[in-house]
Each structure stands twice: as structure tokens, then as C-alpha cells.
């Protein structure tokens, strides 16, 4: 393992100030894979050019590999090394060289380049695991045609696929088969893919636009075949959407998708062959949930989006990653949100950006979407790379309009297909197909942290009067900030009679303030602002109780509806800690008047009578008490379930004896049961986990099942608790995807002894760090969740760094995206926060420890 260095030894930092286009072009390369899992033999020839007048040697990146032999035009050279790169001397301006390694893809535990899951064999190679197959110069700026060929065993791996097309395959002797693939399309290595195995495909055919026939096949096991048709579905939606609403065709004759049980991430677009995680592909109703469904129409579109926002257009350098993750974010959200209720979905993309990239930008490990430097660029694989790069690019859509907009994503798509392009060739695009100036935009692409807002609206006579504010917080290497080109929707209503007051305006605030004034305004006004949440920013307002709840009843925009009952509900809570006198009557009169309106779809209801999480409202505050936090959150929560029981009762039983369908209505449907069930239990009444389990035992799908078991496993019922979850484990002891459900429920719950219990389960004979799914279901879910991860004994914080030293010896990449819990100390009490700093300077002490490992433990530390 190359990648491992000592705390000692600093490990390089890329910076992107330094990037230079590549020494060397390698336009075609072939690659010969003699394939078994324990030595596989991959042989590469790469045909090179010198890319420009120099006279230096080509330097191919390798990680972990020996040449056992080097060849240029055919002769044998002496292997000369450079750290883990080989160096070849070359004395023309374009060779064939040919490389010969050996690899052991069954002890590749990091589960990148070449690696074996349950059986098969499959590769991961963004960012840089290419050069753990092969020496390459492994950078996303180096485009090449492939040809591949592999042979296998034919009774272990029946199944041989790789990118592009397939050209031919036949039998040999010995029990092996070989099979060739061609792509015409040049890429970078990092899409490169081959995956072998005992697969079963689920096939369709997809006709284009212009009416070319794609074969289209979800690879799987035999058992899991009948898992896969809301996958396939998924995947011919997304294409036909994609021509629809961005002009974008499918490229080849062949799209396969494989589902692969050990992943690190979400999946992988590699060109024509997609390698999925599992648990993004294999849906039915006994073990998925409707998040389930929904993210995995979300994930497969993603990936398939990528075709044309990724691969035909890729990026320069890693530094322009959101390049091409921000784009196919903000393109997935919306085919998202033609998909069902956009509404819907814009308040859970909210919720996921202020869950996970909000505290990212405002703690130690905050960067630009366009990052300046890294040492490990697995790292930077962010919310705010994906999250926030997607509301950027969604505030340039807001900004141009629909259709500039449009005509500037075919102008991008035009002028850099066949490209390695970077985040500013994009906003170019924006402003030459737009006819607008971006210069103080692009600030979005430099400056870390998230913006705030200060808003303060007046009456004076006729007149309203707007003063609004903009800072950007200090982040790590960025004291000072300039100001932001913030594009903020914005309407008044009327508070009298409830009419709107003006029409939806978009402003942009680009000053450090700004002033608006609304003529003839003949009542009191109320502001709604950030419409649609149409910039990622934190709002601050003077806007009263009665103001929100005036919103959260009236507003016309779904978006700023839900918003107003948040932001009463929140400044309910932040109230109640710091004050401890509780005042819940305007959030129960707001749920109460949300729950009755019959003109709202039960989804939306949903979730706009939903508490802001515990750590939502510590971010709120300047020191966060994890346990005053809970108390007055179970408080509101058992005021609202009592309030409002006989709601949520007939909420319940309304939809309780309803069959199960995967449709918008049906979603929402189990949407308000299972909101309806926690408030019944909050309200404490008697019955609550024989209602639960009740629901548990009869429910015919994954959402009511797992919806019941969260509720008790929450619960102090000790009967029907256990009863729960004995009964879930043992229904699906065979299926990890269902199992990671039952440890990640359990990691969540929020009784007094989770931090215990999590221990214990960390000792379960069905918990392994091997399995990046179940490492994350009990270690991460335990690390999102405040109070159990910051007890005050101190204990959680041991728990997750003697965990994730573990990890990091297996798969250092998956064990740093774990370690953010931890780097938030400046937020606790000074007892935590210098408990969680032991732990980071343990971790940063640890002999051996990955770069990855270290680059977030040291940054935590500052
Ligand atoms: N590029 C993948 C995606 O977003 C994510 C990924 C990164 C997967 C690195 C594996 C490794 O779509
Ligand atoms: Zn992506």
C-alpha cells in the first residue's frame, strides 16, 4: 500500500494554482487482463506523443504496482522508478510502450482499482484508482480510445463487460473464455471499468431521438433479478428526460449497469457501463423504502446524466470536480422533481443541503466549490462539491431564465464536447449565451461559507420599506470575504386580508447592503423572501411568531411556506433552550391549521409538521447543548402529539389499511402515517407501541415497517421493542441491504442508552467494517446523531475513533468521510470539546496512518 504515511512525514498538498497540461498524450491505449482473484496479470499498451517541444521523460503514475517488464516499440527497457511511478526515457515524439503488471484484486480492501465483492470481480477507478490497475498518467486531462480484453475462468465469471461495445468473445481451453470491448469514445482513465462475474442481466431496448436502438441491461444475481425493474424503469425515464429537457442522446448501442455489494460511494458513471452500490439498484416493496425508490431513480439518473455532463465533457483537473458533480446534481434534482411533487422535492434538497453541507461550510473542513488545494482528492468528494455546486449552477438557471439557460447548456455542450473543461468555461457559456456579466458570480465558485442575510421590512404610511444585509463568514485560509451576487425571490402579503401585495420579484443583492422600496402598500406587510430557496444562504429576519405562522398558512409558494413553519418552530426551540420556559402555542396553532388545510397534498403536510432536527437547531447556536437541545425538542414534540392526537390518530388510520403503490399519492399517503405514528407516541398515550407494532407486524412494504421499528426502537416499551427487533433481524438476516436498516435504526434512536447499545452492535457478529454500506449504517448514522454521539461521558467520541482507526487500516477513503462528527468541537462545551480533540490527536498520532485519515483529523484540529 503506497498510500500510507506516517503523521510525521507531511503528505503532499496539489494545489491548483499549479496545474500544467499533461507532458505527454496517450490517444490509444489497449489493455489485456488475464483475470483471477488472486494474481491477475494486466498487460497495457499505451501509444504516446509528446504533447509539446520538451525533452521530458514520460512518468506514469502507478500506486502500489511492479512492472515486471517495460517495452518501448517493442524492446525491452530497464524499469526505472520514481516513488511508486515508473519513468520511461523516450527519445521520439510518439512510442509504443508496453507495460506488464500483476494485481490481487481479492486483497484489495479499499475497494479501489481492481477488487473482488461476494464473488465477482469489478473496478473503481475515480479518482485515482486507475493507476492501482496500471501505470498511466492517471489525470482527467489525458483522453484515450480502449480496447480491452479479458480472460477469465468461464465457470466463476461467465459474465465479462467493460466500457463501450462488445466486438467479439469466444471459449478456450483450460475452462476459460475470453470477451473484447471497444469504446470509440476517448476518456479519461478514471472512467475506466470492467466487471466479471455470475451476473443475470435485466434487458430493454431504449430507441433515441433520432431513433438508434440501445441495448440496455441491469446486471445482477440470479436472485436478486426480479429487484431490479424500478432500476430499469428509473433508467429509460431518465434517458427520454434527457433528451426532453437538455437535447441529449444516447451515445452508444450498449448501456450496462452493474450492482456491486461493496462501494464506497453511490455508484459510478463509467462510459457505458455503470457500477451502482447495491443498495441504489435493487428495490421491492418488502425491502426498500420510498426514500429508497426515490433515491434510486435519483442516483440512476444521476449516473446516466453523466454521459453528457461528465464524460463527453469531462474536467481539466480535480479541482473543477463540481464541474461536472454540481451540473448532474442540479440536472438529477430536476428530473427529480418532474417526477412527482417539486415542491416536495425542493424542501428535502433543502433539508439534505442544511443537514450536511451547511455545517460542512461553517467547521474546519470548509472549502470553495472550487477548491484551491487538497491533499487526498477522495476527500473532496463533498456536500459542498455535489450540494452546493448544484445551487450554484440552479442560481445561474434562476438568473438567465429558462430559456437562456437552455442555450446555454447547449452552448457548453457544443463548444467542449471531447474536452476536459473547467467550472469557468461553464459560467462563460452562462454569460455569452445569457448576455449577462458573471464577473461577481464567479465568487461562488471562490469564496467558502454559507452567506447570510439580514432582512428587516417597515411600513412607513403607503410605503414599505426593505433594508437587507449580506456577510460571509470567515473559513479556514478565508479571513476576509467580498460580497456575493445573492438572487433572492421575494413578494409581500398583506397581513389583513391575506392578498399579495406585489408580484414575485427576483432581486439580486450584490452590495453589502441594499435598500427597496414598494410603493402603495395600504396595509401592514409581511415579508416572504428566498423563495424556493433561490440562494443557499441563511436568512435572518424580524419577522414575528404571528408573521410566520401568517406564512405558513398563506404563503402562495410551497417552498416559503414550509420555510415559515420551520423558522417558527425553530425559533420556538432556540427560545425554549436558552430561555427553559417553553411557549408552544403558535407552532401547535400553525401544525394545527397545516394539518386541516384540505387543499394541501399530504406530503407537503407532511413535512412541514416536521420538528428541525436536533443538530438543524444547534446549528442555530454559538455553543451547542446537545442535551437541552433533546429536552426542549420531546417537549414541543409531546405538546404537539397531545394537542393534536385525535389529528394524528385519524391521520393514521385514514391511509392505515391502504395497499402498497410506488405512486406520488401513495408516497404521501405513508408519508403523514408515519409522521402520525411519532406524534402519537410523543404525545405519550398508552397505546402508542401496540399501535406500532401493530403497524409493524401487518405493514406490506419496507416505508411502514421501518417507520414502526423507528418508533419503537425509540420507545421504552421494552416488550414490543424487542419484539421488533428480533422479528426484523430474523425476517432478514439474509439480506445486508435490509440488515444495514436494522443497524442504522438502532443508531439512531434516541434513548438514553444508544451510546451503549451502539457498542454492543458493534460487536454483533453481523457488523463488519469490511462492508462500506453496513460500516456506515452503524458508525455514521451513530455520528449524525447529536445527543447519543455527544454523550457526556465522552464515550461516543472514543467509540468512533477507535472505529474509525480500524477502518482506516481496511479502506481509508470511507473511514475519512467518517471523521466530520468529530472536527465540530468549537461548537461544545469545553469538557466535550476537549475530549473530541484527544480523540483527533490520537487519530493525527496513529503510526500508519492513510492520507486521507490525515488530512481530515489535522484540519479538524485547527
Ligand atoms: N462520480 C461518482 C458520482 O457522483 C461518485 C464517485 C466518486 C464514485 C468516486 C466512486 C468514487 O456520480
Ligand atoms: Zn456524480
Redesign the pocket.
Known amino acids: 500500500m503506497a498510500d500510507i504515511h506516517s503523521a510525521a512525514e507531511a503528505p503532499r498538498i496539489t494545489r491548483r494554482e499549479d496545474y500544467r497540461e499533461p507532458d505527454w498524450r496517450v490517444p490509444e491505449i489497449e489493455l489485456d487482463f488475464q483475470l483471477d482473484p488472486a494474481a491477475t496479470r494486466v498487460v497495457a499498451r499505451l501509444w504516446v506523443q509528446r504533447s509539446s517541444e520538451h525533452d521530458r521523460p514520460l512518468v506514469l503514475d502507478g500506486d502500489g504496482l511492479t512492472a515486471s517488464r517495460v517495452r518501448v516499440d517493442g524492446v525491452e527497457v530497464p524499469v526505472e522508478m520514481d516513488g511508486p511511478n515508473l519513468v520511461v526515457r523516450l527519445s521520439g515524439s510518439a512510442h509504443l510502450v508496453e507495460t506488464e503488471v500483476e494485481i490481487a484484486p481479492e486483497r484489495n480492501t479499499q475497494l479501489q482499482g481492481l477488487y473482488a465483492s461476494n464473488g465477482m470481480l469489478c473496478t473503481?477507478c475515480?479518482?485515482e484508482g486507475f493507476r492501482r490497475i496500471t501505470f498511466f498518467p492517471d489525470r482527467p486531462d489525458v483522453l484515450s480510445r480502449y480496447k480491452v480484453r479479458m480472460t477469465a475462468d468461464k465457470a466463476r465469471f461467465p459474465v465479462l463487460l467493460s466500457n463501450g461495445d462488445p466486438v467479439g468473445s469466444g471459449a478456450l481451453d483450460d475452462g476459460r473464455h475470453w470477451a473484447e470491448w471497444h469504446d470509440p469514445f476517448p476518456k479519461p482513465s478514471y472512467l475506466f471499468a470492467l466487471v466479471a462475474g455470475d451476473l443475470v442481466a435485466n434487458r430493454s431496448t431504449f430507441t433515441t431521438m433520432n431513433g438508434r436502438e440501445v441495448q440496455l441491461g441491469i446486471w445482477v444475481r440470479a436472485g436478486d433479478l426480479e429487484r431490479t425493474h424500478h432500476a430499469l424503469n428509473a433508467l429509460e425515464t431518465s434517458m427520454r428526460w434527457d433528451e426532453q429537457v437538455y437535447g441529449r442522446e444516447y451515445d452508444l448501442d450498449v448501456f450496462n449497469i452493474v450492482a456491486v455489494d461493496d462501494?464506497?460511494?453511490?455508484?459510478?458513471?463509467n462510459k457505458g457501463l455503470n457500477v451502482f452500490n447495491s443498495r441504489y439498484i435493487l428495490a421491492d416493496p418488502d425491502i426498500a423504502t420510498d426514500y429508497d425508490y426515490d433515491a434510486i431513480a435519483a442516483v440512476v439518473a444521476?449516473?446516466y446524466f453523466?454521459n453528457w455532463s461528465?464524460n463527453r465533457i469531462t474536467c481539466r483537473d480535480w479541482f473543477q470536480l463540481s464541474l461536472?458533480?454540481g451540473f448532474?446534481v442540479f440536472r438529477d434534482q430536476g428530473f427529480s422533481a418532474d417526477q412527482g411533487s417539486a415542491a416536495v422535492k425542493r424542501i428535502e434538497d433543502v433539508r439534505g443541503l442544511r443537514a450536511s453541507q451547511f455545517p460542512e461550510d461553517a467547521g474546519p473542513l470548509a472549502h470553495p466549490v472550487r477548491p484551491d488545494s487538497y491533499i487526498e482528492i477522495?476527500n473532496f468528494?463533498t456536500a459542498t462539491i455535489?450540494n452546493k455546486g448544484a445551487e450554484v449552477i440552479r442560481m445561474m438557471a434562476t438568473i438567465l431564465g429558462p430559456e437562456k439557460f437552455r442555450a446555454a447548456t447547449d452552448l457548453y455542450f457544443e463548444r467542449f464536447d471531447g474536452t476536459a473543461a473547467t467550472c469557468e468555461d461553464f459560467v462563460r457559456c452562462m454569460e455569452d449565451a445569457g448576455g449577462t456579466d458573471l464577473t461577481q458570480f464567479r465568487r461562488w465558485y471562490s469564496q467558502a461559507g454559507t452567506p447570510r442575510v439580514t432582512a428587516s421590512l417597515k411600513q412607513e404610511g403607503g410605503r414599505a420599506r426593505l433594508t437587507l444585509s449580506q456577510t460571509v463568514p470567515p473559513t479556514p485560509g478565508q479571513p476576509d470575504k467580498q460580497p456575493m451576487v445573492l438572487p433572492l425571490k421575494l413578494r409581500l402579503f398583506g397581513s389583513v386580508t391575506g392578498r399579495p401585495l406585489c408580484d414575485e420579484q427576483l432581486i439580486q443583492l450584490r452590495d453589502p447592503t441594499a435598500e427597496i422600496v414598494f410603493e402603495s402598500i395600504p396595509e401592514p406587510p409581511v415579508l416572504s423572501i428566498n423563495r424556493g430557496f433561490s440562494a443557499p444562504v441563511v436568512v435572518d429576519t424580524n419577522r414575528s411568531a404571528r408573521d410566520l405562522a401568517f406564512l405558513s398558512a398563506h404563503d402562495d409558494d410551497p417552498f416559503a411556506r414550509y420555510e415559515a413553519m420551520q423558522q417558527l418552530m425553530l425559533d420556538t426551540l432556540v427560545a425554549s433552550v436558552t430561555s427553559g420556559r417553553p411557549d408552544h402555542d403558535a407552532v401547535i396553532d400553525a401544525v394545527r391549521n397545516t394539518l386541516t388545510d384540505p387543499a394541501l397534498d399530504p406530503a407537503f403536510v407532511a413535512e412541514a409538521v416536521l420538528l428541525p432536527s436536533d443538530s438543524f437547531i444547534g446549528d442555530q447556536m454559538a455553543l451547542v447543548d446537545p442535551d437541552a437541545i433533546f429536552a426542549a425538542r420531546e417537549a414541543l414534540r409531546r405538546d404537539l402529539g397531545r394537542e393534536h392526537e385525535a389529528l394524528w390518530r385519524s391521520a393514521h388510520e385514514a391511509v392505515r389499511n391502504n395497499r402498497f403503490e410506488y405512486s406520488p399519492a401513495g408516497k404521501g399517503a405513508r408519508r403523514i402515517k408515519n409522521v402520525s405514528l411519532g406524534y402519537i407516541a410523543a404525545s405519550g398515550a398508552r397505546d402508542a407501541a401496540d399501535l406500532a407494532l401493530a403497524q409493524f407486524e401487518a405493514s406490506d412494504n419496507m416505508t411502514d415497517r421501518q417507520g414502526a421499528l423507528g418508533v419503537l426502537v425509540s420507545s421504552t416499551a421494552t416488550e414490543q421493542r424487542a419484539t421488533a427487533i428480533d422479528a426484523f433481524y430474523r425476517r432478514y438476516a439474509d439480506n445486508a441491504l435490509v440488515l444495514d436498516k436494522w443497524f442504522q435504526t438502532q443508531a439512531l434512536s434516541s434513548r438514553d442508552d444508544t451510546a451503549q447499545a451502539v457498542e454492543a452492535l458493534a460487536a454483533h457478529p453481523a457488523f463488519t467494517l469490511a462492508n462500506p454500506n453496513r460500516a456506515r449504517s452503524l458508525i455514521g448514522a451513530f455520528g449524525v446523531n447529536q445527543r447519543a454521539f455527544h454523550d457526556v461521558s465522552g464515550r461516543g467520541y472514543r467509540f468512533l475513533a477507535d472505529q474509525l482507526l480500524a477502518l482506516d487500516k481496511l479502506n481509508p477513503q470511507t473511514a475519512a468521510k467518517l471523521l466530520p462528527p468529530l472536527g465540530r468541537w468549537k461548537r461544545f462545551d469545553a469538557g466535550r470539546a476537549a475530549k473530541m480533540r484527544a480523540e483527533l490527536e490520537r487519530i493525527v498520532a496513529t503510526p500508519g496512518l492513510s492520507k486521507d485519515m490525515f488530512e481530515q483529523a489535522s484540519k479538524s484540529l485547527d
Open positions: 473503481q475515480e479518482a462501494f464506497n460511494f453511490g455508484a459510478m458513471e444521476h449516473e453523466h461528465g461536472k458533480e448532474t477522495s468528494y455535489y
